[in-house]
């Protein structure tokens, strides 16, 4: 880490080969890394095989989404993309109780409701075993510690959950990924009445980094948004390279698509994060 | 007198359209009513067999959800026309076109910069929580700030005969047909009743729809491409969509006739690929785009929502319009038109408990047997209980998930909607059944109301339901003078 900032190179590249002639295949991408504070975008590249025109808009959360349309006949569908990131550690949180949220709770109508992936029912708090906040908490301390018993009451697992695994069944398994764990937190938080949203990136080193990561922010007043990372029991820092967010993963997916045949697809990602330059 | 001998006893409680008391016809029906009480019974006879052919003739029908068998019905209708007096119309002219100038004021502002939640005008949960909110659409600039093109908004008049907003129909609102084809059949059927009338022309509804539609195209071309999207003839609006499709004298397409490339729409036809401009689609939001919203969708384009997004093609009512059409939004409709416009409301709305609010929650569960309680989320009669009419275990089943989710709920007073003579055959005379009205609007550069409406008729005695999905009739409208 020095004052110029921390170097990381993302390269995320997903690979769809298919049985039979794939063709009409629409797509949208959240893969491009925020630029801000404390993370500046250097560069960014795309590239699609077969080669089409990408467009990108930015979505009702703010996140910058890139889509393409392949019209013609394939077997094979490439998405890869390069970007280079300048990384700078967040300043710490403004102390808060959690009290101070009470006010602000109608603005963060969206990421306080439940969602289909996240629903409200149920006593979140009893079934992770980690108690709700007292108004007088420290918010920081809270959510840390909110992290840390996450990291210890699951184990990491990759492939113990798949994309549709609802939290219910990762929580009596006990085992699950970063997207799990992110979700969870985010069910716990939720039901305090924390504002907390669902963030989608990459990561540098420990665990997660095989492969894309997620992680939440919390709001703090008078500090703005801060990530917190339950899979890694820490917050999120200099090695985390942040996407996109919105209420749970469905606002942010790397990847969606609609195509016509193709048959059964056979999919392959591989994400590469280096420090460095 | 033979004029007592036609008519039914009047309502009690009840605003009669057509007497102001009994025997005493009010001043715009009285040229009506001498032409008909002038005509023998035989002469009647025969008006209503001529109205009955001219009506097959037309194939007019409209399919219930329930019915397997035989699906396809006529939609019955009343020989005896409604009639609103030109100036009673202008007034409810003027109410139309200021709820529908705030609803799409508001939607264009949920969609942007969410004035209204910050200002706390309308509960944030209202619209961020409701599955028509359409946060693809998001941030779209779209022509004349307009999402809900053509809108149904159905009014009644309670029992001091003052008009009332019921429900606003702001995604796919249907009806119109049946009303341009009410008018046709009388045309051919009973010339002589509508002669010298002075009644207000509806004919040229296709031509105002198209007129709106192509206002909205994207491409500066004399003659853009306008089609109807219909999810096809299982669709109990079906009919509708094939009449104004060929009364506009443009294209009746199924999604499957449509794609997307190079970020436009296309239609193919047999002279090759023809780029869509305007869409007036008759499917709902959930179906229109499989990449959007449901992925399992049959009926839609894909890709369709991004060229929408990038301004190449037009969507008639946009995307996400749903949300301002809730009937629990309903209840907050005037604040919005004291928000956004400055004016006060000149339609009424109908008083509305809201499952919501805790203590209106409480009066709701109290006073079940006065109200009309409906579920927030559906509409056509379905899903709705009347307090009064209701066994006391289904009563008792319906609050048990009024308690379970209260804030799917809603609920009003039972409303005496304005009874109006209507031909009964089984005793050959005119007794007074329920109506309501749904009056169309269409909005582009500007906003234009068609003359009248479609009258909804409560075909069974002492019913107040006049939905078509709940087997009613409807009445030809006529605004006149």
Redesign the interface.
């Known amino acids: 880490m020095t004052a110029q900032g921390t170097q990381l190179r993302v390269q995320h590249c997903t690979e769809y080969r298919y049985p039979l002639e794939a063709k009409?295949s629409?797509n949208?991408l959240w893969v491009s890394p925020v630029d801000s504070a404390t993370q500046s975008l250097q560069a960014f590249q795309l590239q699609v095989d077969p080669e089409v025109?990408v467009?990108s808009?930015?979505?009702?959360?703010g996140n910058r989404v890139h889509?393409f349309?392949v019209?013609t006949s394939h077997r094979l569908l490439r998405i890869a993309s390069r970007a280079e990131v300048l990384t700078f550690p967040a300043a710490e949180p403004r102390a808060v109780e959690v009290a101070s949220l009470e006010p602000l709770r109608?603005?963060f109508?969206?990421f306080l409701?439940p969602t289909r992936r996240i629903p409200l029912q149920g006593d979140w708090a009893a079934l992770l075993g980690f108690p709700l906040p007292g108004m007088r908490d420290d918010l920081l301390s809270y959510l840390l510690a909110a992290a840390h018993h996450l990291h210890a009451r699951f184990t990491y697992r990759v492939g113990a959950t798949s994309v549709d695994t609802p939290l219910q069944d990762f929580i009596a398994s006990g085992q699950g990924v970063c997207q799990d764990f992110a979700q969870a937190m985010l069910a716990l938080l939720r039901q305090a009445r924390l504002p907390a949203r669902y963030v989608s990136g990459y990561l540098a080193t420990g665990v997660g980094a095989e492969g894309s990561h997620a992680w939440i922010e919390a709001f703090f007043p008078g500090t703005g948004w801060v990530g917190i990372d339950p899979t890694n029991d820490c917050p999120a820092g200099i090695s985390h390279v942040k996407v996109a967010h919105g209420r749970d993963y469905d606002?942010c997916p790397p990847l969606?698509?609609?195509r016509l045949g193709g048959g059964m697809e056979q999919l392959s990602v591989e994400v590469r994060v280096e420090v460095g330059p | 007198m033979e004029t007592q001998d036609w008519f039914g006893e009047l309502l009690p409680g009840t605003f009669d359209e057509v007497f102001a008391a009994p025997g005493q016809p009010r001043p715009h029906y009285r040229s009506l009513l001498s032409r008909m009480t002038s005509l023998s019974r035989e002469e009647l006879r025969a008006r209503l067999g001529l109205i009955d052919l001219a009506f097959r003739d037309q194939g007019v029908t409209f399919r219930l959800h329930s019915e397997e068998q035989s699906p396809e019905r006529p939609f019955p209708l009343d020989i005896l026309p409604r009639l609103i007096p030109a100036r009673e119309w202008e007034e409810v002219v003027s109410g139309l076109v200021q709820r529908v100038r705030a609803l799409n004021a508001f939607l264009n502002d949920i969609y942007h910069d969410q004035c209204a939640?910050?200002d706390?005008v309308v509960p944030?949960?209202l619209v961020?929580?409701h599955p028509a909110f359409c946060?693809?659409v998001?941030?779209i600039d779209l022509p004349f700030g307009v999402y809900t093109h053509v809108a149904g908004i159905d009014l009644i008049r309670d029992a001091s005969g003052t008009y009332r907003v019921l429900e606003d129909n702001l995604r796919t609102p249907s009806g119109v047909s049946y009303l341009l084809a009410n008018r046709r059949v009388m045309t051919q059927a009973v010339p002589d009743l509508l002669r010298g009338q002075k009644v207000r022309l509806v004919e040229h509804y296709p031509d105002l729809l198209l007129e709106t539609l192509r206002s909205l195209s994207p491409r500066d071309v004399v003659d853009p491409t306008v089609v109807v999207l219909t999810p096809g003839p299982y669709n109990s609006a079906y009919f509708e969509h094939m009449f104004l499709a060929q009364q506009m004298g443009v294209e009746l397409v199924e999604g499957a006739d449509l794609?997307?490339?190079?970020?436009r729409v296309w239609m193919r036809s047999l002279s090759g690929p023809a780029q869509v401009d305007v869409i007036y689609r008759r499917i709902d939001d959930a179906y229109l785009d499989?990449?959007c919203f449901r992925?399992d969708s049959m009926l839609g384009v894909?890709?369709l929502i991004?060229v929408f997004?990038?301004g190449r093609v037009a969507l008639a009512n946009a995307p996400g319009s749903g949300v301002a059409d809730d009937k629990a939004l309903y209840a907050y409709v005037p604040r919005l038109i004291r928000y956004y416009l400055q004016e006060e409301p000149i339609l009424a709305n109908v008083e509305t408990y809201l499952g919501s609010d805790p203590d209106q929650l409480e009066y709701l569960l109290a006073h079940a047997r006065e109200l009309v309680i409906k579920r927030v989320d559906q509409s056509g009669g379905y899903g709705m209980l009347i307090g009064s009419e209701a066994e006391p275990d289904a009563l008792a089943r319906y609050l048990a998930e009024v308690r379970r989710q209260p804030s799917c709920y809603v609920a009003q007073p039972r409303m005496e909607l304005s009874a109006h003579p209507t031909y009964c055959a089984d005793t050959e005379r005119f007794e007074p059944r329920r109506i309501d009205l749904r009056p169309f609007i269409l909005s582009g550069e500007q906003i234009q109301v068609l003359p009248g409406g479609l009258t909804r008729v409560a075909l069974k005695r002492g019913s107040t339901v006049v939905n078509s999905s709940q087997g009613g009739g409807s009445k030809d409208t006529w605004v006149v003078g």
């Open positions: 009409d629409f949208e025109m467009r808009r930015d979505d009702y959360f889509y349309h019209a109608p603005r109508f969206e409701a606002d969606r698509g609609v | 939640l910050r706390q944030a949960d961020l929580a946060r693809e998001a941030g794609y997307v490339d190079g970020g499989p990449l992925p894909t890709g991004s997004r990038e």
